[in-house]
């Protein structure tokens, strides 16, 4: 009986176990499956919130694309100069890819044709070539190196732009006189163009101005004004100019540097004008800067095409001269600058002008560290001076009437009397850097010879420029130096080593001898010495040997 209830209750226990066995194996699949279906559900809603932010990407971009598209005129003029950009970059890379020539110092930027192309202040860009052919052109008419220029060419254009941004006050009064006659006529009124023209001249920087009236189907010239001022101040009397290659009747010379028939060449897109900045809109083309032989003066002019208005059959065009020959060729290096940086202030947001005030007092704070001359360089020729880059240095020099070429031959007179003297190639001096000599020119190099040798080392001419006109480092251990003269003391060596050998030759005796005290140290003679104190002194006799 008692087995029998026993057994009862073993089989009731099992019983127990095996349901509670399988209560927990339900209640795992249960979890596993709320597992299983908490996760599907988090990955639908994964992939819903990623599809709403493609769609969100996807309406932001089309929004962009609608809201920065311009719209008339904008769009027309954005879309011009777009394309007058791009082109003016393929032709400049186009050019500066076929240039075969390099600077001292750009070694490295003769596998990449880009190297060659230069950016000025304003955004326009300039290719070495063209900086190259425009100094040897500076240095023709410095040195009267002319021929036959002033006879059959009157003006020579250099193929470098000036930066605009220095004239922008001019420019905008220009403008404004093309508008006022835009909306009044040419020939409506006939004292208004004499007006327009003497206003012009009140601008500190406008020289001279003209205005023409032009017969709108062969281009004659009907009617001109043409105003100057008598001297380089700004109060100075004004009076009319007579040219003799306008004549009425018929079209102007087309030697002129600041006209182009607008019929052969529409809106002025010609190669005698330079090519507009990027992001800005003219209403007329600047020249390149240009020599006049008859003023002796180098000028740059702006141009502006007046659109027919009315029955007369005429259109109009304006265009002023600004002196430039108080600017100076400057071929050292020198940090870029803008011109429009205090006049664009005053077109920023007020929301804006707080987060700039702190930019504007650093870029005072640069400004401050400009040479004062440094402004009146042109841009386009800052780095092209032709010492060693590694171990020379340019320094700028002012031109004088006693500055000699190669050939012997001096700088124009007329051209150093006044502020026109600082037309000139090679107004620098090559010095060596810290570290670097030299014996035949230790005051420096003449930046006018540098520029002959460098010529004549690209022609293969001659190797002076890489062999004589170069400055050699110092003696090791030397912070400048005047000479191949050593800083450092030399070790005269076999000297050196035979004190050596004779020091260890006896320090290595001393040991023999030592070693020999040691194992007869009983012997009679030694014991009665002392054998430790012979022991030590042959030990400091070593070490001295050693020393």
């Known amino acids: 009986m008692l087995n029998a209830g026993k057994r009862r209750t073993l089989a009731a226990a099992l019983n127990d176990s095996c349901q509670q066995l399988q209560q927990q194996q339900q209640q795992q699949h249960r979890r596993q499956q709320l597992v299983a279906g908490v996760t599907k559900q988090l990955l639908l809603l994964l992939l819903l919130l990623l599809l709403a932010v493609e769609h969100a990407k996807a309406t932001t971009a089309t929004a962009t694309t609608t809201a920065t598209q311009p719209t008339g005129t904008a769009a027309a003029t954005a879309t011009t100069a777009t394309t007058t950009t791009t082109a003016a970059a393929t032709a400049t890379a186009s050019a500066a890819t076929s240039t075969s020539f390099a ?7 003769q596998g990449d044709p880009f190297k060659n192309i230069l950016r000025i202040g304003d955004g326009n860009i300039v290719t070495r070539s063209a900086i190259e052919q425009s100094l040897v052109t500076i240095h023709d008419i410095a040195t009267e190196n002319l021929g036959t220029l002033c006879i059959s060419q009157l003006y020579r254009p250099l193929q470098v732009p000036l930066n605009s941004e220095r004239f922008e006050s001019s420019r905008q009064k220009a403008d404004l006189a093309a508008s006022i006659l835009q909306e009044v006529g040419i020939i409506r009124h006939g004292g208004l163009s004499d007006a327009l023209a003497k206003g012009l001249l009140t601008d500190e920087y406008i020289n001279g101005a003209r205005i023409l009236a ?14 100057v001022k008598g001297g380089h101040d700004k109060l100075t ?9 306008l004549q009425i ?6 030697s002129y540097p600041w006209f182009d028939d607008e019929s052969s060449t529409p809106t002025l897109r010609s190669p005698k004008f330079a090519p507009s900045p990027p992001n800005n809109y003219y209403k007329g083309w600047w020249t390149y800067p240009y020599f006049s032989c008859s003023l002796s003066r180098w000028l740059v002019s702006y141009s502006i095409a007046i659109p027919p208005s009315g029955r007369h059959g005429l259109r109009g065009f304006i265009s002023v001269d600004i002196d430039v020959s108080s600017l100076r060729v400057n071929q050292c290096d020198a940090l870029p600058y803008r011109f429009s940086s205090s006049s664009s202030s005053s077109s920023t947001p007020p929301h804006l002008l707080r987060q700039s005030t702190v930019r504007r007092a650093t870029a005072a704070t640069v ?4 040479d004062v001359e440094s402004i009146r360089d042109l841009q386009a020729f800052h780095s092209s001076h032709k010492c060693h880059r590694a171990s020379m240095v340019c320094d700028y020099r002012q031109p004088s009437s006693e500055s000699t070429t190669i050939s012997g031959a001096k700088l124009l007179p007329g051209m150093i009397s006044g502020s026109s003297s600082s037309w000139s190639r090679g107004a620098y001096q090559c010095l060596c850097k810290r570290g670097y000599y030299s014996l035949r020119h230790p005051d420096g190099f003449n930046g006018t010879i540098m520029e002959i040798a460098w010529q004549e080392h690209q022609d293969n001419i001659s190797n002076y420029y890489t062999d004589v006109f170069k400055c050699l480092p110092c003696a090791p251990g030397c912070d400048t130096c005047t000479g191949p003269e050593p800083c450092l003391a030399n070790y005269h060596w076999p000297f050196r080593i035979s004190l050596l050998t004779i020091s260890i030759g006896c320090a290595c005796g001393t040991l023999v001898l030592l070693c020999y005290l040691f194992k007869h140290r009983r012997v009679k003679v030694f014991k009665v010495a002392s054998p430790i104190f012979l022991m030590i002194t042959l030990i400091g006799c070593a070490i001295m040997y050693l020393e």
Do not use: I, M
Not at 103 to 109: D, E, H, I, K, N
Not at 216 to 221: K, S
Not at 367 to 370: D, E, L, T
């Open 103 to 109: 600077w001292p110092g750009s070694t490295a930027a």
């Open 214 to 227: 032009l017969n709108l189907t062969n281009g004659a010239v009907q009617s001109y004004v043409w105003w």
């Open 237 to 245: 009397e004004t009076q009319r100019y007579e040219e003799d290659g």
């Open 249 to 254: 009747g018929k079209k102007p010379a087309h």
């Open 367 to 370: 400004a401050a560290s400009y």
